[in-house]
């Protein structure tokens, strides 16, 4: 009759016939009295979201104080009520610490079973837990129910305290979760998606947990392959900025001999990997085929709505905002999805309403708080977005992103110090990120520590180029390379930078104009006059261009007249043809005429009038670096 209730029970679990359920699991309960038998009517009435009653029944004798699973039941249901205290009252604020179980140690390990010899079969069938030698006699004498029931309470711990924002203890509790019962993903991803560790740090802990404890049907070789194998999934959630090589090998290996190249959390992953080395499109690629096999996977969101923000496709965020808010109002991507549209637009104010409520939805969504702060820094209010920047580097002290963006908060309003120390916290934790690198060079740059400023912006350009990265995403750590190249009067190289850049298809009076400044450092006059032209065809009113160009006809006029500008007319007419060279050669003799009747007349030597030039060099220097805001 037992084996009847029991089996009776399960299949109405397993049709959702809970009435079914509850209705057989009261019977078996009076019948047997087991605690098994009452946890698992306490279950029903968990999964049917009846918690005080749940909670009713676990109470019941001393089955809390007796049972793990027990109390891991009546504490989730207190979380699930809103009652934290009495969560943490019922699981105790002590993790058990003995339980853990270190990697490496031969003791822990299954005893390797030779299956191809005549006693491999018998060994096979009698190999049992009891051959294991775990860490401790304490973790010995606890069965496999109970080490999980034990991980899962460590992992309700975590939740209470992080509701609690006490993320250290939450994180402590995550992680001694994970490493007794290295199957307890729930722990895992909390560690991870909340950013809670630095990513040299999530390395360290995933080398710390012992995937020798998975047990498959007592068989040595299964159990081995499945330690791999989870170890290989836990590999693709790690942090991407550090160690991509060992990322790429692990999502290979699942794709290939586990057929799971079309997986949306590998796929997400590799996505992940791309959004960092800034391959946008295929990043967007990627995302969007997740997508269309299912639109309601909120996880590939975040990074799929990034995407299309640093396209510029517009007309895709309005209508995936649009869709989202009609038929998932309750999920905060939801509503950071119409936040971002509205970022992209430059209607600040509603970006900022959405993800605000994005973030009171869901207080630990990540990427809600960093748009709401950008919202702030988009209008030049720099201490809020300061303060909100704060607060998400509170909430996420794993990653580097909220230092880096306070750092480069403290750039726009000049605090070079306080810039400095925000973007060295930042490199403390990812030193692998070429935007935070292009912002330290910038620092170095304006505190005149030029060669520091040249060896970031190289190392920046040179990871990039390992990525992969999109060049043109990197063309602003090009313009200040040579920049600085120029302020170290290493003149040829920052010539040639400035032609890479404009080579690319960039059309920017600056650049143009810082150009014209090297070759005028160079002596090459009447190149200068084309260069600065060409920044003033693009921006006709750039005071900069016409002040160096002013200074260039003052000074081209005092030593050669008009033949040597005419010279220089000569040999560039052969590389741009006739019909350019006449209009540049009619606005150069109007404003040399215009030169003749304010009677400005250059004096001294060469070198004297080009020092004349540059006598605002290092305000021209400043203001042509270009930030990442730029």
């Not at 029970?9 to 309960?29: M, S």
């Not at 030698?133 to 606890?142: G, I």
């Not at 360290?204 to 170890?231: G, M, P, R, Y």
């Not at 060669?451 to 990525?467: Q, T, V």
Request: net charge negative; with cysteine; hydrophobic share 40%.
């Amino acid at each position: 009759m037992e084996k009847f209730l029991r089996d009776w029970r399960q299949d109405a679990i397993n049709k959702h016939q809970y009435d079914t359920a509850i209705f057989v699991a009261d019977k078996l309960l009076a019948l047997t009295k087991d605690d098994q038998d009452a946890f698992w009517l306490a279950q029903v009435h968990f999964q049917t979201a009846h918690y005080t009653r749940a909670q009713a029944f676990l109470s019941r004798g001393d089955l809390i104080e007796r049972n793990p699973q027990c109390r891991y039941l009546h504490a989730h249901c207190s979380i699930k009520l809103g009652q934290t205290d009495e969560a943490l009252e019922t699981l105790g604020e002590k993790n058990p610490t003995h339980l853990i179980s270190a990697p490496g140690s031969a003791r822990q390990k299954l005893r390797h079973v030779d299956v191809n010899t005549r006693a491999g079969a018998r060994h096979q069938k009698t190999l049992s837990r009891t051959e294991r030698l775990p860490t401790s006699e304490e973790r010995d004498r606890e069965d496999s129910a109970s080490l999980k029931a034990e991980a899962g309470m460590c992992y309700l711990r975590g939740v209470c305290f992080a509701k609690k924002n006490a993320f250290d203890r939450a994180k402590e509790c995550y992680k001694i979760a994970v490493q007794i019962d290295v199957q307890c993903f729930e722990a895992f991803d909390q560690l991870m998606a909340n950013s809670l560790m630095h990513p040299s740090e999530e390395w360290k802990f995933l080398e710390s947990l012992n995937f020798d404890t998975i047990n498959v049907d007592n068989n040595s070789s299964l159990s081995q392959e499945a330690a791999q194998f989870t170890k290989q999934l836990y590999t693709t959630r790690l942090s991407k900025y550090s160690r991509p090589q060992e990322f790429t090998a692990a999502a290979e290996s699942l794709s290939t001999h586990y057929n799971l190249s079309e997986n949306p959390d590998i796929l997400l992953s590799k996505a992940d990997l791309l959004f960092t080395h800034c391959r946008f499109r295929d990043a967007l690629a990627l995302t969007s085929s997740i997508l269309e096999r299912d639109k309601n996977n909120f996880a590939t969101l975040p990074v799929h709505l990034a995407c299309l923000h640093e396209l510029g496709r517009k007309n895709e965020l309005f209508l995936l905002a649009h869709e989202l808010a009609d038929h998932n109002p309750q999920e905060p991507c939801a509503w950071l999805a119409v936040g971002v549209y509205y970022l992209s637009i430059n209607r600040i104010a509603e970006a900022r309403r959405y993800f605000s409520k994005s973030s009171m939805m869901d207080p630990h969504f990540g990427p809600a708080w960093i748009g709401f702060a950008h919202t702030f820094a988009a209008e030049g209010e720099h201490d809020q977005a300061i303060a909100a920047y704060g607060t998400a580097a509170r909430l996420f002290q794993g990653t580097h992103l909220p230092q880096l963006f306070i750092g480069m908060q403290n750039l726009q309003l000049n605090q070079l110090t306080l810039a400095h120390d925000y973007l060295n916290v930042a490199f403390d934790i990812c030193k692998q990120d070429p935007l935070l690198l292009n912002e330290l060079g910038v620092v170095f740059y304006h505190q005149d520590a030029l060669p520091d400023a040249i060896s970031m912006f190289r190392r920046a350009l040179n990871i990039a180029e390992i990525n992969d990265s999109d060049r043109d995403a990197w063309l602003p750590t090009r313009i200040n390379l040579a920049h600085a190249l120029r302020r170290c009067n290493q003149l040829d190289e920052s010539l040639s930078t400035f032609e890479d850049v404009l080579r690319a298809g960039i059309q920017d009076a600056g650049v143009f104009t810082a150009k014209g400044l090297v070759l005028l450092e160079m002596g090459r006059n009447w190149e200068a006059i084309i260069a600065l032209h060409e920044a003033l065809a693009v921006a006709p009113q750039d005071p900069m261009a016409t002040d160096l160009l002013n200074r260039t006809f003052e000074s081209n006029e005092s030593d050669n007249g008009e033949f040597g500008v005419n010279r220089g007319l000569d040999e560039y007419s052969e590389q741009v043809g006739d019909f350019e060279v006449e209009e540049l050669d009619r606005r150069i003799d109007g404003k040399l005429k215009e030169i003749q009747q304010n009677k400005v007349a250059g004096r001294g030597t060469r070198r004297t009038r080009n020092a004349a030039a540059l006598g605002e060099e290092s305000a021209y220097g400043e203001s042509m670096m270009v930030d990442s805001d730029g």
